[in-house]
């Protein structure tokens, strides 16, 4: 009952979007639809809306995009953002190609929402090339930076598979990897498709350093092992109490749009695990005799559609996975069931970096997946490739 329920759920999401074009109401009739299928009691929904404001995690999500918009307002307003986009136009001639360099660099860093991070940059970087449109902007910064998830040791989702598997972090990465290198190159040929040209320039790199100081000061925060949130915090307090127009800085990084949104998602997702509906679906598709394979593909795929994140994805569903003992050995079994958790947030509707920016670029949900499809099912193969090599041996 509960596979039905979603299955009804995210049909009714799909078709509000189509007719609302507003994803705050669309998920909020998704939830009620979700609700009266599985006959929710209040009592649900005000649990999941209380455990929801008293989350420290749902704070910092908050704090992160608050940061994130107040770090690109002083930018913008700075002139640093202008600057630090024609120092990547000056080292990188081809538009296309510094578009899709700068998400992939802030890929780097693990945190929610991240995707906005660029998303102003590449707005500014797209205009130099008339044939680059919204959508493409949209689709080369989504891209690009969430490739970076499918073997990038920082990502929390593959610590916590690293965990659950007992499996060292390093030899996951080295099998996903090449998973990685297919989504980048896929990404390049099929969206890019212009030449990779440098033409170095002393003055540009000086450029870039000195308006990008604090989005390089974020990577070191984090690469030193500082919690995202309060790295991103931290030097955006810094960088706009040190530049002009604070007020003005301040009151255009309020974007209460986007927090309604943030409230709207999470309280999706924690109504979905305060009912334990992720747990129900695994026992309904195990009870259902389903084929061992298909629940490696199916349960992480599902469990990150409905959430929207990654450890969530991979987290709720590699326990069940691997207690199966489906014969296929930890390591192939860990690889596929990972990508499969990625995709699955890839092409979520509640995935906060496709809402923050199909809602900054104006583009439409469907037309994303599609846009990303052929490059998500390349990915696919890449992994299913490598649970067969490592299950032969």
């Keep these: 009952m509960n596979t039905l329920a979603v299955a009804i759920a995210i049909v009714v999401l799909i078709v509000s979007l189509k007719i609302l074009k507003d994803i705050s109401l669309s998920l909020l009739i998704s939830v009620i639809g979700l609700g009266i299928v599985l ?10 809306f209380v455990e929801e404001i008293t989350d420290w995690e749902f704070w910092k999500v908050i704090i992160t995009v608050f940061s994130i918009y107040l770090m690109g307002e002083t930018m913008d307003k700075s002139g640093n953002s202008s600057r630090f986009v024609k120092a990547i136009e000056r080292l990188f001639p081809e538009p296309r190609v510094s578009i899709a360099l700068m998400p992939a ?6 945190m929610p929402g991240g995707a906005m991070f660029s998303a ?9 090339d008339p044939t680059i449109s919204n959508e493409d902007g949209l689709v080369f910064n989504y891209w690009f930076r969430h490739a970076m998830e499918f073997f990038w040791p920082l990502y929390p989702a593959l610590v916590i598979a690293s965990g659950i598997s007992r499996i060292s ?22 969206m890019i498709r212009k030449p990779i040209r440098i033409r170095y320039s002393h003055f540009a790199m000086r450029e870039l350093i000195i308006s990008a100081w604090p989005i390089i000061a974020v990577i070191v925060l984090v690469i030193l092992n500082q919690p995202g949130w309060l790295a991103v915090l931290g030097t955006s307090i810094v960088y706009m109490l040190i530049n002009k127009n604070k007020k003005k800085v301040l009151v255009s990084s309020l974007k209460y749009k986007t927090f309604i949104l943030l409230l709207t998602v999470f309280f999706y997702k924690n109504l979905v695990e305060t009912v334990g509906i992720p747990q129900s679906m695994g026992s309904e598709l195990t009870a259902w005799s ?49 990508t499969f958790a990625v995709v699955g947030v890839l092409v979520s509707p509640v995935h906060l970096c496709l809402v923050l920016t199909s ?20 990915s696919i193969t890449a992994s299913v490739v490598v649970f067969v090599l490592l299950k032969s041996n």
């Design 290 to 338: 389903i084929a061992p394979l298909t629940l490696v593909v199916l349960l992480p795929f599902l469990m990150g559609f409905m959430t929207g994140v990654t450890q969530a994805g991979v987290g709720l569903s590699l326990p069940l996975i691997l207690s199966m003992g489906n014969g296929y050995g930890t390591l192939s079994t860990t690889i596929l069931a990972y």
């Design 39 to 48: 006959m929710i009691s209040p009592t649900n929904y005000l649990s999941a």
């Design 169 to 190: 972090l390093n030899t996951l990465v080295i099998w996903l990897m090449p998973i990685g290198a297919v989504a980048l190159v896929a990404g390049y040929l099929l």
């Design 359 to 378: 809602e900054y670029f104006k583009v439409e949900y469907p037309r994303i997946v599609r846009r990303i499809a052929v490059a998500t099912l390349l």
């Design 105 to 110: 660099i802030i890929g780097l860093l693990p």
């Design 120 to 128: 102003p940059m590449v707005k500014d970087l797209a205009r130099a």
